[in-house]
T-cell receptor, first 115, second 115 residues
Framework: GNSVTQMEGPVTLSEEAFLTINCTYT??????LFWYVQYPGEGLQLLLKATKADDKGSNKGFEATYRKETTSFHLEKGSVQVSDSAVYFC??????????????FGDGTTLTVKP | GAVVSQHPSWVICKSGTSVKIECRSLDFQATTMFWYRQFPKQSLMLMAT?????????EQGVEKDKFLINHASLTLSTLTVTSAHPEDSSFYICSARSRVGETQYFGPGTRLLVL
């Protein structure tokens, strides 16, 4: 079956530090990959996505590149802000109809950015 | 991006009562909606996949008679927690997708507390 493994948290950084959250996946097909962000007490918001190998998703200074050879989709940001404090989920969406296109989520990584 | 709403955002009820949660896609037609449950500091657990006009597909271990799902239109799915008990207290999140392989857009979640 499909699975997503995320870097364990929590991660604590100082403002303006460089962020990397590792994400690797296993999938039987050719999935789409996503990063979602969840702020306290809220639902998930799509942060960025990539649908094919070597695609780079980017949004709000965050980036992730779909690496098929290493089955990875690591999230990076060059300079984090206090407002980036949240839980980040890596996910894949199975594009095969046999699996109804269900998504598989990682366990989430809690990021705290201190001023 | 696409917008998904949930109602209510908060509900407190007595043990034994039934609670209905609505999930609406506001600006797109959702052929598929997903219902998740999230426990504190944990990832999302998929409960069921709901396709418009057909019966929901439940994940293993989820009681279909306990969690009734209806997806009567392309913009609305409902989850009814029947005869709720304190152990059903949780954060319930829906997501909606227009077709397989497309992005899932999440609702803001409904926090249920059963007394």
């Amino acid at each position: 079956g499909n699975s997503v493994t995320q870097m364990e948290g929590p991660v604590t950084l100082s403002e303006e530090a460089f962020l990397t959250i590792n994400c690797t996946y296993t999938a039987t097909g050719y999935p789409s990959l996503f990063w979602y962000v969840q702020y306290p007490g809220e639902g998930l918001q799509l942060l960025l996505k990539a649908t094919k190998a070597d695609d780079k998703g980017s949004n709000k200074g965050f980036e992730a590149t779909y690496r098929k050879e290493t089955t990875s989709f690591h999230l990076e940001k060059g300079s984090v802000q206090v407002s980036d404090s949240a839980v980040y989920f890596c996910a894949l969406s199975d594009r095969s109809n046999t699996n109804a296109g269900k998504s598989t989520f990682g366990d989430g990584t809690t990021l705290t950015v201190k001023p | 991006g696409a917008v998904v709403s949930q109602h209510p955002s908060w509900v407190i009820c007595k043990s034994g009562t039934s609670v209905k949660i609505e999930c609406r896609s506001l600006d797109f037609q959702a052929t598929t909606m997903f219902w998740y449950r999230q426990f504190p500091k944990q990832s999302l657990m998929l409960m069921a996949t709901s396709n418009e006009g057909s019966k929901a597909t439940y994940e293993q271990g989820v009681e279909k008679d306990k969690f009734l799902i209806n997806h009567a239109s392309l913009t609305l799915s409902t989850l009814t927690v029947t005869s709720a008990h304190p152990e059903d207290s949780s954060f319930y999140i829906c997501s909606a997708r227009s077709r397989v392989g497309e992005t899932q857009y999440f609702g803001p979640g409904t926090r249920l507390l059963v007394l």
